[in-house]
């Protein structure tokens, strides 16, 4: 197959902190090129490492914006001048709108700290623990209006110890999720996932 008919897809990723999981989506083959790393917070510490990898970055102040919606139609604008085909929540802290979710619908990630449905939201390792279970984990999936409860691509588990903290509960699931998100990502880079209702299902590869 031409490299012309098949290009290589352009991948936009979202952070709000440090940013481990998007620099773990640039150490490993992904199937496709990170183009821009964008951020509600400017002060983001994701943002450092994305511009010393040469990359483009942005920042958009959700306090600048009178709505969720404002601010929302704002980072699809900044998104958009990168032309992307497949846009990653890689530890990106701000609910995002129908505005948003519509803007990039179907091609829309996210990773979150737990097996979901179990614990959707916020502080999972520490409601993990506090509900005693034994497995814990996290969960690439496409984003929907609905916080957390889009179809799963993938999901790994770990097991919670007699003495983890949320601290080291998270720890482990973190390095879980440096595994999982370039898998996932490059799962749909590769055209191989499949969505019907909440399943997803992983295809063989293409022209492999
Ligand atoms: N937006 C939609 N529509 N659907 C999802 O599944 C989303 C989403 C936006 C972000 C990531 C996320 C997670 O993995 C995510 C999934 C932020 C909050 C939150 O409560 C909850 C979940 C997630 C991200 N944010 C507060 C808010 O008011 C702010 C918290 C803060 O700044 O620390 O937006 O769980
Ligand atoms: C990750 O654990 C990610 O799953 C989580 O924030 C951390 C970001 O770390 N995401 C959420 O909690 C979303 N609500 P990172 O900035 O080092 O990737």
Same mark, same amino acid.
């Not at 979202?14 to 989506?25: K, P, Q, T, V």
């Not at 691509?153 to 080291?168: E, F, G, P």
């Given at each position: ?7 290589? #897809?352009?991948?936009?990723? /979202?952070?709000?902190?440090?940013? @481990? ?19 509600? #917070? ?6 450092? $490492? ?9 920042? $958009? %102040?959700?306090?600048?914006?009178? @709505?969720? +919606? ?6 699809? +604008?900044?998104?958009? +001048?990168?032309?992307?085909?497949? $846009? ?32 959707? %939201? ?23 209006? +609905? ?39 490059? /799962? ?11 399943? $997803? ?5 293409? %022209?492999?």
């Amino acid at each position: 197959m031409s490299s012309s008919a098949n290009p290589r #897809k352009r991948i936009a990723v /979202l952070i709000s902190g440090r940013g @481990s999981n998007m620099a773990a989506l640039l150490r490993n083959d992904c199937g496709g090129d990170v183009v821009v790393v964008g951020s509600n #917070k400017a002060d983001a510490g994701g943002l450092d $490492v994305a511009r010393d990898a040469g990359l483009a970055t942005f920042a $958009v %102040g959700h306090k600048d914006f009178a @709505s969720r +919606e404002a601010f929302d139609a704002a980072l699809v +604008e900044r998104l958009n +001048e990168y032309r992307p085909d497949v $846009v990653v929540l890689a530890g990106f802290m701000r609910i995002l709108t129908p505005v948003f979710v519509n803007a990039f619908a179907g091609r829309l990630i996210n990773i979150h700290p737990s097996l979901l449905p179990a614990f959707p %939201g916020l502080d999972t390792h520490q409601r993990a623990l506090a509900d005693g279970v034994k497995l814990h984990g996290c969960t690439v999936h496409f984003v929907t209006p +609905e916080l957390d409860r889009g179809p799963i691509i993938a999901q790994a588990a770990v097991q919670v110890d007699d003495d983890d903290t949320a601290d080291t509960l998270a720890a482990k699931v973190l390095v879980q999720e440096h595994q999982v998100l370039p898998f996932a990502v490059r /799962l749909f880079c590769e055209g191989r996932l499949s969505v019907e209702g909440l399943r $997803v299902r992983t295809g063989p590869a293409r %022209g492999g």
